[in-house]
């Protein structure tokens, strides 16, 4: 299969003018990220959801920021051609200028990142544009902020009032004008997207938030079956989360009755005639993974 073009931010550009959708999804592995790309996926996330799914925390806010830069650049060697997108933690762009300006720094260079993510409203204008001046490509994260979820004392939409949707509108448009890139807006009704798609310019991402977007973002794991209860806006397409199980299951099962399949190793011809059982294999006969070792004691040859 022919490798595709990169997604850039130009790519995303032409896409939303011609009016053409662009996929995105919170993904944490190459592996996923990978097949994802195979697959179309343009744009991918690492978001500090990882904090729930792949850590186990019940909260986003956990989320390491030395981890979240390692599976930010995790999915950019699994998916080159893909564009990444970094999520910056609770508090890691909160206490200074400076110090935000030093963690999205070591997101675009250790973490390989094309884009980071903050979750603001528009009192953060200042520093998204210290940031774009800096040369981070900054996507701002409008409408419900799960960073804030212990203020709002649980999950909760926003933008359900006119006058919550004409803030929701007002923090978009300064983020454009300090330089945002992109915008994401989550968990708000149709009527606050269409007004903040007609209101910038840049290419807006939706999750929860209906399909007057240009682009749209689910986690993996909720798109695939894997998470126990999803958000409400997150519809699956397939129940892996059933078909681990049965895997798993099924190679209990296997290695219960000595059926674990593949192609075992064999010995060398007559090999096992030299060959004390009682006494350990010397050095040159070690075999792993198909390699045979000619390291003697100590690691010399």
Known sequence: MRPREPVTLK????????????ACLAAYDATTARWLERGGVHVLLAGDSAAQ????????ID?????????????????????VMADMPFMSYHASVEGAMANAARFMREGLADVVKLEVDE???????????????VCAHVGFRPQTTAVLG???AQGRTEETLEQLVRDAVAMERAGAVLIL??????????????SVSVPVIGIGAGTACHG????????????????????PVDTLGERIRAA???????????????????????????TDPAKPALPDERKHDGRVSTQGPGGQP
Not at 53 to 60: C, D, N, P, S, W
Request: charged share 30%.
């Open 123 to 137: 009192t953060f204008a200042p520093l998204v544009d210290r940031l774009t001046r800096a040369g981070v490509p």
């Open 53 to 60: 799914v792949v850590l186990g925390y019940e909260r986003t």
């Open 248 to 274: 798993g299951a099924d190679w209990a099962e296997r290695v219960r009755t000595d059926r674990i399949g593949g192609v075992r190793y064999s010995m060398r011809d007559g090999a096992g005639a030299r």
């Open 185 to 198: 807006v989550e968990a708000v009704p149709d009527e606050v997207t269409e007004r903040i798609v007609k």
């Open 154 to 156: 649980g999950p909760t």
């Open 216 to 235: 749209q973002i689910l986690v993996v794991h909720d798109l695939l079956g894997l998470t126990d209860r999803p958000p409400r806006f997150a519809e």
């Open 11 to 22: 790519t995303l550009r032409r896409m939303a003018a011609r009016g053409e959708k662009f």
């Open 63 to 83: 989320a390491p920021i030395d981890f979240l830069i390692q599976i930010t650049a995790a999915l950019k060697r699994g998916a080159p051609r893909t564009l």
